[in-house]
């Protein structure tokens, strides 16, 4: 079998997403998933201009081979945009040769490690009462692990709330917004959140919650000392991860479990916090991380040192690769959790997909390949659209991380 051509598919159903369709001569073809939040452009760029013209006449079974002709053939190494663009050839390959060889893709990654697949939801709230709310209502819809964020009292904005009654979508169209922060009026805040969320609810769902890279290690070591009492499925992303070190002061005060991951781009990025012992969860998601190839390699380092997975799944990981992260999931023995952020009407109508959601877990349905398809016409509706994550600040004007 024999590459003949990849196109770049832009669509924006709500919101941006970068599909990659590899066609063979055999008329098999495989998809990709390859947005990056906010600098999707680059990427359609780095693929059409640089990656696909490479792809033209090769054997499309040759993952491993193609993956290292991508990163180390290139000579620079690592990076977003450059990851993300492997990652969405690699996707597509393991699409084509799942369908090739009739088997859904995680039967050739060691086939089905569980039966099922246990995902978390995101409730968000103005307040407490509405975030405790929020949290109710999933449950009902079967859920038995909920993300948790709320309204902090003080702050026009935060993030993980929705402005209106829509559901969150952290991408917003035109240049970015600019949200305010205060560290402070956040560690008052939490602690009183999930007392209020463990007092209503009580003990058996898990809670999770995102600090979205916003403290130091000192401060976010204070925090997961307050929330021990709470019992945490996780404390994710508490400061931004490029000290690698710092980790190990948060390490050193709380038992609080900790998810780190979601920006990383390779195994390098995590390396020392698992080595070291200084995560529980890693977050890298399939589109960010350099594709199946490199995901399955990840989380099987991740397991020498009893470190889980727990990937990113919110809105812009498209349905291609929220296809691929379950296939990943049910095949790998070190899954912890995945995250599971609805898509709206419009994308679901884009992309057809085996996967399903089933009484608090997910299944990638046994479709040959990923599972997951595009429909050329329904995309063709809906043209790209300039949006960005917003930007952060502190109350007296600093740029913060958001
Ligand atoms: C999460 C994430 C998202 C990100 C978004 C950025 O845990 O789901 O933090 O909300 O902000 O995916 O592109
Ligand atoms: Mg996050």
Same mark, same amino acid.
């Given at each position: 079998?024999?590459?003949?051509?990849?196109? &770049?598919?832009?669509?924006?159903?709500? @919101?941006?997403?970068?599909? +990659?369709? #590899?066609?063979?001569?055999? $008329? !098999?073809? =495989? /998809?990709?998933?390859?947005?990056?939040?906010?600098?999707?452009?680059?990427?359609?760029?780095?693929?059409?201009?640089?990656?696909?013209?490479?792809?033209?006449?090769?054997?499309?079974?040759?993952?491993?081979?193609?993956?290292?002709?991508?990163?180390?053939?290139?000579?620079?190494?690592?990076?977003?945009?450059?990851?993300?663009?492997?990652?969405?050839?690699?996707?597509?390959?393991?699409?084509?040769?799942?369908?090739?060889?009739?088997?859904?893709?995680?039967?050739?990654?060691?086939?089905?490690?569980?039966?099922?697949?246990?995902?978390?939801?995101?409730?968000?709230?103005?307040?407490?009462?509405?975030? &405790?709310?929020?949290?109710?209502?999933? @449950?009902?819809?079967?859920? +038995?692990? #909920?993300?948790?964020?709320? $309204? !902090?009292? =003080? /702050?026009?904005?935060?993030?993980?709330?929705?402005?209106?009654?829509?559901?969150?979508?952290?991408?917003?169209?035109?240049?970015?917004?600019?949200?305010?922060?205060?560290?402070?009026?956040?560690?008052?805040?939490?602690?009183?959140?999930?007392?209020?969320?463990?007092?209503?609810?009580?003990?058996?769902?898990?809670?999770?919650?995102?600090?979205?890279?916003?403290?130091?290690?000192?401060?976010?070591?204070?925090?997961?000392?307050?929330?021990?009492?709470?019992?945490?499925?996780?404390?994710?992303?508490?400061?931004?991860?490029?000290?690698?070190?710092?980790?190990?002061?948060?390490?050193?005060?709380?038992?609080?479990?900790?998810?780190?991951?979601?920006?990383?781009?390779?195994?390098?990025?995590?390396?020392?916090?698992?080595?070291?012992?200084?995560?529980?969860?890693?977050?890298?998601?399939?589109?960010?991380?350099?594709?199946?190839?490199?995901?399955?390699?990840?989380?099987?380092?991740?397991?020498?040192?009893?470190?889980?997975?727990?990937?990113?799944?919110?809105?812009?990981?498209?349905?291609?690769?929220?296809?691929?992260?379950?296939?990943?999931?049910?095949?790998?023995?070190?899954?912890?959790?995945?995250?599971?952020?609805?898509?709206?009407?419009?994308?679901?109508?884009?992309?057809?997909?085996?996967?399903?959601?089933?009484?608090?877990?997910?299944?990638?349905?046994?479709?040959?390949?990923?599972?997951?398809?595009?429909?050329?016409?329904?995309?063709?509706?809906?043209?790209?659209?300039?949006?960005?994550?917003?930007?952060?600040?502190?109350?007296?004007?600093?740029?913060?991380?958001?």
């Amino acid at each position: 079998m024999k590459i003949l051509g990849a196109k &770049v598919i832009v669509c924006s159903p709500g @919101r941006n997403f970068v599909t +990659l369709k #590899i066609e063979t001569d055999e $008329g !098999i073809y =495989g /998809l990709g998933d390859a947005t990056l939040n906010g600098r999707e452009l680059a990427v359609v760029s780095y693929l059409e201009d640089h990656l696909v013209p490479c792809l033209i006449g090769r054997d499309p079974f040759q993952t491993e081979d193609i993956w290292h002709y991508f990163y180390r053939g290139a000579y620079w190494r690592r990076g977003p945009v450059t990851m993300t663009a492997i990652a969405a050839i690699d996707m597509a390959l393991w699409d084509i040769k799942g369908k090739a060889l009739g088997v859904p893709v995680y039967n050739l990654l060691g086939g089905k490690s569980r039966n099922s697949v246990l995902v978390y939801a995101h409730a968000t709230g103005r307040d407490i009462g509405e975030t &405790v709310d929020e949290v109710e209502r999933y @449950r009902q819809k079967g859920y +038995l692990a #909920i993300r948790a964020q709320s $309204g !902090i009292p =003080g /702050l026009a904005s935060t993030y993980g709330v929705p402005k209106d009654q829509k559901y969150y979508e952290p991408a917003e169209r035109g240049l970015p917004s600019e949200s305010l922060w205060s560290t402070e009026k956040y560690l008052r805040h939490v602690p009183k959140l999930f007392e209020a969320l463990r007092n209503t609810l009580g003990d058996d769902l898990h809670l999770l919650h995102d600090v979205h890279h916003r403290l130091t290690p000192i401060q976010a070591a204070r925090l997961g000392k307050e929330l021990e009492p709470f019992h945490l499925f996780w404390m994710e992303d508490p400061v931004a991860a490029e000290l690698q070190d710092g980790f190990r002061l948060i390490r050193q005060h709380t038992t609080t479990p900790l998810a780190v991951g979601e920006v990383f781009n390779s195994i390098w990025d995590a390396e020392q916090l698992m080595r070291e012992q200084l995560i529980d969860y890693l977050r890298m998601s399939i589109v960010h991380g350099g594709g199946i190839t490199a995901m399955k390699k990840a989380a099987d380092f991740a397991a020498l040192y009893h470190v889980q997975t727990g990937a990113h799944g919110a809105s812009d990981m498209s349905p291609v690769c929220m296809g691929a992260a379950l296939h990943l999931d049910l095949a790998i023995n070190n899954f912890g959790i995945q995250e599971h952020m609805l898509h709206n009407a419009q994308t679901e109508e884009t992309f057809p997909h085996a996967y399903f959601f089933r009484d608090g877990s997910m299944y990638p349905g046994d479709e040959p390949g990923l599972g997951v398809d595009i429909k050329e016409d329904v995309a063709a509706r809906f043209p790209y659209e300039r949006a960005y994550l917003p930007v952060n600040r502190k109350e007296d004007g600093t740029l913060f991380h958001w």
